[in-house]
């Protein structure tokens, strides 16, 4: 009964950007169900180009959240698509209210958020990988399960512009390494002193040139850490997403924080290493081909953005040695 109703979907997950590519498995089982349907995304428009050419979408609505009038906007948005079904990912006041004045007949969010109440259908998360918890709230769609790779397409012209700053660069190493070391949320960034010592050991004994991307407000601080290192590693501070996706695509391997470019990563199926500090596994796939580096303490996980101890213990403690044991054997099993 409920396939019959549904004509037009519209998904919400405005940020960010590990979240909205966690969410594209959920896209690509939800247009397998309905091959006719029209299917929308809302995403805050510093992550469309994450959506942008995303096949199993029809449109990507943009909420900007520097528009002046941008809560009218967007809500004009919304109801002009006219959406039968609304799934929405995050449920805050924002989103739960967006999902109420959209018009559609059918509501569906997760049991377990404050917000549940305003939702016609409810769905407690299930999975050991956020990718197939976000599947799992399409069951009472009769969507029990799918693929769970994750999908960002670039255009070419992302890939002929990266090949240009490699060529410029003078990198045509045959093991290329993405390092992103620096996140917004301190009790996330491992010390950026520590990946300069894993990019100087890369450098070393496995002959890798080592690539830092980082966002311009960054640039500064990745000057200074590789004025320190023993090796010149090249830093990457102008990249768009597509860029980003591209070079991330281009490398043998990923090394970072919990953060975005992770994801990416993982969406270009290429091998991440990633340093999780205060984050649970539940953000990597269980796959051989993305590895994690974490203390075991009786605080963490705990995803807190600010760390209550006077010493961020799962960041600190865990010391380039023992990142360095993990990833060198991984860097053995994946060459």
Same mark, same amino acid.
């Given at each position: 009964? =409920?396939?019959?109703?549904?004509?037009?979907?519209? +998904? =919400?997950?405005?940020?960010?950007?590990?979240? +909205?590519?966690?969410?594209?498995?959920?896209? /690509?089982?939800?247009?397998?169900?309905?091959? %006719?349907?029209?299917?929308?995304?809302? @995403?805050?428009?510093?992550?469309?180009?994450?959506?942008?050419?995303?096949?199993?979408?029809?449109?990507?609505?943009?909420?900007?959240?520097?528009?002046?009038?941008? $809560?009218?906007? #967007?809500?004009?948005?919304?109801?002009?698509?006219?959406?039968?079904?609304? *799934?929405?990912?995050?449920?805050? $006041?924002?989103?739960?209210?967006?999902?109420?004045? &959209?018009?559609?007949? *059918? #509501?569906?969010?997760?049991?377990?958020?404050?917000? &549940?109440?305003?939702?016609?259908?409810?769905?407690?998360?299930?999975?050991?990988?956020?990718?197939?918890?976000?599947?799992?709230?399409?069951? $009472?769609?009769?969507?029990?399960?799918?693929?769970?790779?994750?999908?960002?397409?670039?255009?070419?012209?992302?890939?002929?512009? @990266?090949?240009?700053?490699?060529?410029?660069?003078?990198?045509?190493?045959?093991?290329?390494?993405?390092? %992103?070391?620096? !996140?917004?949320?301190?009790?996330?960034?491992?010390?950026?002193?520590?990946?300069?010592? =894993?990019? %100087?050991?890369?450098?070393?004994?496995?002959?890798?040139? @080592?690539?830092?991307?980082?966002?311009?407000?960054?640039?500064?601080?990745?000057?200074?850490?590789?004025?320190?290192?023993?090796?010149? !590693?090249?830093?990457?501070?102008?990249? %768009?997403?597509?860029?980003?996706?591209?070079?991330? !695509?281009?490398?043998?391997?990923?090394?970072?924080?919990?953060?975005?470019?992770?994801?990416?990563? @993982?969406?270009?199926? #290429?091998?991440?290493?990633?340093?999780?500090?205060? &984050?649970?596994?539940?953000?990597?796939?269980?796959?051989?081909?993305?590895? #994690?580096?974490?203390?075991?303490?009786?605080?963490?996980?705990?995803?807190?953005?600010?760390?209550?101890?006077?010493? *961020?213990?799962?960041?600190? /403690?865990?010391?380039?040695?023992?990142?360095?044991?993990?990833?060198?054997?991984?860097?053995?099993?994946? =060459?």
């Amino acid at each position: 009964m =409920i396939e019959q109703e549904i004509k037009r979907i519209l +998904v =919400i997950q405005l940020r960010q950007m590990g979240d +909205v590519l966690l969410t594209t498995p959920a896209l /690509r089982a939800l247009r397998k169900k309905f091959p %006719d349907a029209q299917i929308a995304f809302l @995403v805050d428009k510093p992550f469309e180009p994450l959506l942008r050419h995303n096949p199993d979408l029809s449109m990507v609505l943009v909420r900007d959240p520097e528009e002046k009038f941008e $809560p009218i906007k #967007t809500i004009q948005s919304v109801r002009e698509f006219k959406p039968g079904l609304v *799934i929405d990912y995050l449920a805050n $006041p924002r989103t739960a209210l967006l999902t109420a004045l &959209s018009g559609a007949k *059918i #509501t569906l969010s997760y049991a377990n958020k404050p917000r &549940s109440l305003f939702y016609k259908l409810k769905v407690f998360p299930a999975g050991e990988y956020v990718a197939e918890e976000k599947l799992s709230l399409l069951k $009472p769609l009769g969507i029990e399960a799918g693929d769970l790779a994750l999908v960002f397409r670039y255009p070419a012209s992302a890939d002929e512009n @990266v090949a240009l700053l490699l060529k410029e660069n003078r990198i045509d190493n045959n093991f290329l390494v993405a390092l %992103d070391m620096f !996140h917004k949320r301190p009790s996330r960034q491992w010390p950026i002193s520590y990946f300069m010592e =894993i990019a %100087d050991r890369l450098t070393e004994k496995f002959n890798a040139r @080592v690539v830092i991307t980082c966002l311009p407000e960054n640039r500064i601080r990745a000057e200074h850490a590789v004025s320190r290192a023993r090796h010149k !590693h090249i830093i990457f501070s102008q990249l %768009d997403l597509f860029e980003l996706a591209a070079l991330i !695509h281009r490398a043998k391997l990923f090394i970072g924080g919990d953060a975005g470019p992770k994801h990416i990563a @993982v969406s270009q199926n #290429t091998p991440s290493f990633t340093i999780l500090g205060p &984050s649970g596994n539940q953000w990597t796939p269980r796959s051989a081909l993305h590895e #994690t580096a974490y203390l075991e303490l009786d605080c963490r996980p705990c995803g807190e953005h600010q760390c209550p101890k006077p010493e *961020i213990l799962c960041q600190t /403690r865990l010391t380039p040695d023992m990142v360095w044991e993990r990833l060198s054997e991984f860097i053995k099993r994946q =060459i």
